[in-house]
């Protein structure tokens, strides 16, 4: 019974960077925006969070404030990517695979330049502790599971009703799924296209940002080069696989950290079997789930991927 | 308009392409309080300092040509190989096990056999992507990443497991690396004193190849038809499906072969890192290159010499060599963005009347 509470409370835990970088992946995607740079965002954005605490504390306790803080700097930097990318495949209309990956390469190296000058070598933060919720913590099994995880885990699950009210119920969120279904109508019906794109990748990268410095600040406590090792590229497929319905991905994300604990629980109990393949899982249905989930290729946006050009009749 | 207004524009374009690359990686060196101009001039110029330098320049060419050759046909036939590292993983691996099998073999049946060996199983792993995206449309873009992670933890294993040196299990170190290959497998080095080998000559040779089949046959026309618009090579008669498979087949085993070189110019055996990020380096290469063998040589030699110029800016400005990563990301974003700039005729006008107006008033 043990082992099963530390399986899935560990699973909602690392749950969270996927779920978040994925909320925002699927507000870009939602207004068109296909953003593979996502992986970049998110390693830039696990250097900021640990470095604006590191910076004051040196490792050591630092007040809670700055842990806030460090989760802000992300978010502001992921924005900021988001609208270098936007810049790129919007203003510019560059294919935005190819962009993705240049997006990508640009995150991880700078977050590791950064990360050699500020830091150095190998120092933990004391990060975001837990915050058990007071009562219902103390439920049995449902209770270490749900309740006793960090303020983030919370809020990023709070984030799924949140982001489904805003795409579907705010006529910001209307706006949106116009310009990523019929750019061209909502262009005839006068939503600034261009506006409306630069903000949802805004919006994107701020919780891709996010995402990052969950990792940083909350799962590893530190930062390394290999922080996020593809979760942003796995956020982008979980996406597909919720089928751009916030509780889908939610879902896609539990079930993807409970093959990523997996890996966890092998090393841990010392099972004899070699851990490479327990690491491969969660690559391997990725696969898979994009393989033999055929209803992904029909519900998506249908400007997904589609740069917008006023000028040109289609 | 007049063709020297075309030609003045154009220039333009591209010297503010270059710019616009550089101050985006002076925004990272002002940020880390490197001294920008000294940085970009010893990852240029510091690596052409002596014949030992140059020649590790070289060295590196050879992989990142012969990957961006297969990524340029790969992304010429309208599919994204952003695989190529696991696929080059794959070829050592391949490589690896065939020179481990028949060591005893003579150099001029092992040598194009473990070459083989490599360039199939670099193939077979740019197959899997290249049937999904044919067969159920699984976008190449997130499938290639997967198998990269994948390809790496694979070959993490057989390095620790079936091919592990005996030596390591004697000593204990545990190092993960296979054995030292037999010197019949060895590609010749043939500049004294560097580790320049004969794997320049493959690469050279595979471009000229390459060149000929995309342009000069049925087969490389019909290719670039698929990838250029996927409709009318349709109505046109061109199997499109089987054109990605090929080029995905040909692209992973294009990537599988420089894995092969490495490990039979350079390496000699299967250590961890090999790889290194030469898969993601090859795809800017193809792109700087304009997706043609003749640009990709000397785009390769370029990036070659940006790897090189980032492992001497830690000691020369202290700037450490993930810089040229970021060089490498805004390279791309800049490429990208360029083109979309250059191809559109209705801004070049615009910007024709607004300077001839100004010129005749």
């Known amino acids: 019974m043990n082992i099963i509470v530390t399986v899935l409370s560990l699973a909602i835990s690392s749950s969270v960077a996927l779920l978040l970088a994925s909320i925002g992946e699927m507000i870009n995607q939602r207004a068109g925006i296909f953003n593979l740079g996502c992986e970049g965002i998110m390693s830039m954005g696990a250097f900021l969070g640990m470095l604006v605490p590191y910076a004051v504390g040196h490792g050591g306790d630092t007040p809670e404030i700055f842990n806030f803080l460090g989760l802000l700097a992300a978010m502001a930097m992921g924005a900021l990517l988001g609208l270098f990318f936007a810049l790129i495949v919007v203003t510019f209309r560059a294919p935005q695979g190819i962009a993705g990956i240049g997006l990508q390469m640009f995150g991880v190296g700078a977050a590791g330049t950064l990360f050699r000058h500020f830091v150095g070598g190998t120092q933990s933060v004391p990060g975001i502790t837990t915050a058990p919720v007071p009562l219902l913590s103390r439920i049995p099994f449902a209770g270490q599971i749900f309740f006793s995880q960090n303020a983030l885990v919370y809020l990023a699950f709070l984030l799924v009703p949140l982001s489904w009210y805003i795409l579907f119920k705010t006529p910001w969120g209307l706006e949106v ?58 956020a982008v497929a979980l996406v597909y696989f919720g089928h751009w319905q916030p509780v889908k991905i939610m879902w896609g994300a539990l079930l993807f950290s409970l093959a990523q604990t997996f890996q966890t629980i092998i090393q841990s109990y010392g099972i004899n079997f070699p851990y490479e393949f327990a690491v491969m899982l969660p690559y391997v249905l990725v696969i898979v789930v994009l393989a033999f989930d055929r209803e992904s290729q029909r519900l998506g946006p249908t400007a997904l991927g589609v740069p917008f050009d006023r000028e040109i009749r289609t | ?316 400005v202290g700037v450490p060599a993930n810089m040229v990563q970021v060089l490498q990301g805004v390279i791309i974003l800049v490429i990208v963005a360029t083109q979309m700039i250059l191809s559109n005729t209705y801004l070049m006008e615009r910007i024709w009347r607004k300077t001839h107006k100004e010129a005749s008033s």
């Open chain 2, 1 to 316: 308009m007049t063709n020297q207004f075309k030609f003045l524009y154009k220039t333009c374009i591209v010297l503010l392409a270059v710019l616009a690359t550089m101050a985006m990686g002076a925004v990272i060196l002002l940020a880390i309080g490197a001294p920008v101009l000294k940085t970009y001039a010893v990852i240029v110029f510091d690596p052409l300092k002596n014949i030992g330098l140059i020649s590790e320049v070289l060295i590196r060419t050879i992989p990142l040509t012969i990957i961006a050759l297969g990524i340029a046909v790969a992304y010429r036939s309208g599919i994204i190989n952003i695989g190529a590292e696991g696929q080059m993983a794959m070829g050592i691996l391949a490589t690896t096990a065939v020179a481990l099998a028949l060591p005893d073999l003579p150099k001029p049946l092992l040598l194009p056999l473990v070459l083989i060996a490599g360039i199939a199983g670099g193939a077979l792993w740019g197959a899997i992507p290249g049937l999904l995206k044919a067969k159920l449309q699984v976008s190449e873009l997130l499938s290639t990443v997967m198998l990269n992670y994948i390809a790496e933890q694979f070959y993490t294993f057989c390095l620790r497991k079936p091919f592990l040196d005996p030596a390591e299990m004697t000593t204990g170190s545990g190092t993960p690396q296979s054995m030292r290959l037999t010197k019949n497998i060895w590609l010749t080095r043939f500049v004294s004193g560097t580790r320049l080998h004969t794997g320049i000559f493959i690469a050279i040779g595979f471009a000229i190849v390459i060149y000929l089949l995309l342009w000069k046959t049925p087969f490389g026309y019909k290719m670039r038809a698929a990838g250029s618009c996927e409709r009318a090579a349709r109505y046109g008669g061109i199997n499109v499906a089987k054109y990605l498979v090929i080029a995905m087949v040909l692209s992973g085993g294009f990537a599988g072969l420089a894995g092969a070189v490495e490990i039979c110019g350079v390496h000699h055996r299967a250590i961890q890192g090999i790889t290194g990020g030469y898969g993601f380096s090859a795809i800017v290469v193809a792109l700087f290159g304009g997706l043609h063998p003749a640009g990709i040589i000397p785009a390769a030699f370029f990036f070659g010499l940006l790897l090189v110029g980032g492992n001497m800016t830690q000691n020369a």
């Open chain 1, 177 to 234: 799924r116009a310009v990523g279904t019929h750019p061209r109508a909502a262009d005839s019906i006068g939503i600034n296209v261009t506006r409306i794109r630069y903000q949802s990748l805004a919006v994107g990268g701020a919780l891709a940002g996010l995402a990052g410095a969950y990792l940083s600040l909350c799962q590893a406590k530190m930062f390394s080069d290999s922080i996020v090792s593809g979760r942003g590229f796995i």
